[in-house]
T-cell receptor, first 117, second 116 residues
């Protein structure tokens, strides 16, 4: 079945530094990638949607200059949290789909737990 | 705009009890998909089921069953003879069929605790 590999699974970084999270679709082409953030005991909130080769579309309230998304190929998308601050500490999850395959659902990565100290 | 409501926030049951998790949705589209996901403490989302809006048949998979009722905009999930391993957060989600960027809207989730 479809698999999305997300790395790293957890990361601790110092305030002010940048962190990159990668999501790779292993056995299908991710025409669309969704990035979610989940705070403790809360639901998943969509941050942005990206299509391969295009700029990402950000949800209202999400700073595009802070959360840089790159979706340069059909198998790789990255989220870079720039100048991270403690309030950016959260669980980040990617979700990929091939919209050309109507029978496909949304394949989620295993998530990245970011802690900014 | 689409919306998913999971009114129950936390449910605690004793092992072997049956438990039903409720999900109510709102959408203006006639074509849409409904999902249930399980999120254990490790954090990854485990896909449980996807149902399209034209298929109102109930589904059973082992101890899991789902009841889809368009008349009440509900897609409820029942676990029969619950087990400790069922303890997790369960999310109901909705996707409107809008093409490439159809996004999933999640409910707030229900924390299920199954006690031995």
């Amino acid at each position: 079945g479809a698999v999305v590999s997300q790395h790293p699974s957890w990361v601790i970084c110092k305030s002010g530094t940048s962190v990159k999270i990668e999501c790779r679709s292993l056995d299908f082409q991710a025409t669309t990638m969704f990035w979610y953030r989940q705070f403790p005991k809360q639901s998943l909130m969509l941050m942005a949607t990206s299509n391969e080769g295009s700029k990402a579309t950000y949800e209202q309230g999400v700073e595009k200059d802070k959360f840089l998304i790159n979706h340069a190929s059909l198998t790789l998308s990255t989220l870079t949290v720039t100048s991270a601050h403690p309030e950016d500490s959260s669980f980040y999850i990617c979700s990929a789909r091939d919209w050309r395959q109507v029978t496909y659902g949304y394949t989620f990565g295993s998530g990245t737990r970011l802690t900014v100290v | 705009a689409q919306k998913v409501t999971q009114a129950q926030t936390e449910i605690s049951v004793v092992e072997k009890e049956d438990v039903t998790l409720d999900c109510v949705y709102e959408t203006r589209d006639t074509t849409y998909y409904l999902f249930w996901y399980k999120q254990p403490p490790s954090g990854e989302l485990v896909f449980l089921i996807r149902r399209n809006s034209f298929d109102e048949q109930n589904e059973i998979s082992g101890r899991y069953s789902w009841n889809f009722q368009k008349s009440t905009s509900s897609f409820n999930f029942t676990i029969t003879a619950s087990q400790v391993v069922d303890s997790a957060v369960y999310f109901c989600a909705l996707s409107e069929y809008t093409g490439a960027n159809s996004k999933l809207t999640f409910g707030k989730g229900i924390t299920l605790s199954v006690r031995p």
